[in-house]
């Protein structure tokens, strides 16, 4: 049988590596989740902001929340905002709620650009309480998050603030929500609900395991050694 080459074999190490980080939410440890889909890194608690006693519930207002996660130093990082949205076509936001996705506003939204949303239906694989077409599924009567994945503290029955305001009322004083029934829209900046601080990027370089490290370094001895018997 014909040897592995060096190359390949290292190719090989590199590739064994990297496959348990082929999902699209990677644990880093110490509470963060890092997000490969959207390159953000969520704080695993969902409601940390409770957890770490800065309020009694984390149930807080539009102005609370962002002030929370603009104050928030966690694991060395303090560039944390609430979730971002971003209008689908990139303009200006379609206000008009759907069932379908197909606007910024209604259910089964799962653009990169609602990254809450995002987050509900597509990486974590949720379904919200109405289908594409309007009708009620299994999960109408309580909280969809069915699924929960790596995180903690996602409380049923409420939602989380996006860090964007909303406009779609024609009123000042709205912000941009998630609900844990799949319904992104806005609401009074006055009405509480859930933060959820992300911060933009991997919390750090992954690097390559040391055990790759002592192998790979084993090989080069190795080959150093051929090449010395070689001349000799």
Known sequence: MKSMTFSALCAS???AASGAA?????DRGGGLIYDTALNVTWLQDANYARTSG?????FMSWDAATAWAGQLVYGGYDDWRLPGVAPANGVSFNYAATYNGSTDAGYNITRPS???AYNFYVNLGNQGSNTTTGAPTSCNAGSCFTNTGLFTNLVAGYGSWYG???????YAGYGWVFDSHGYQSGNFKTVNYYAWAV????VAV???PGAIWLLGSGLLGLLSFK???NIG
Request: no cysteine; charged share 25%; glycine share 12%.
């Open 206 to 208: 992954v690097p390559v």
């Open 164 to 170: 964007q305001e909303f406009w779609g009322y024609g």
């Open 199 to 202: 911060r933009p990027g991997d």
């Open 114 to 116: 609602s990254e809450l």
């Open 54 to 58: 800065y309020d009694a519930d984390g």
């Open 22 to 26: 082929q999902a699209s939410l990677v």
């Open 13 to 15: 190490i590199l590739v």
């Open 227 to 229: 090449r010395r018997s």
